[in-house]
């Protein structure tokens, strides 16, 4: 693998809810990942570690009921 030395910047295929905009997902530097709808400022981060954590408890927690 390679070590991240720029940000990386994908959107999203299909849109957003009923914003009617795809999601911008950027992995950056320093093992941090940040998402914003497309043509807004507010950007969201959050460290890898923490999201995969998140979703790593949601899998568990779905798997339970």
Known sequence: MTDIKKPVR??????F???????????EPDDVIGM???????IYRAP???VFAMLA???ADSRGK
């Open 10 to 15: 994908r959107r999203t295929v299909g849109q």
């Open 17 to 27: 809810m009923h914003y009617k905009k795809r999601i911008v997902v950027i992995i």
């Open 36 to 42: 914003h709808l497309e043509r807004s400022r507010t």
């Open 48 to 50: 890898i570690g923490k």
């Open 57 to 59: 408890q949601w899998h």
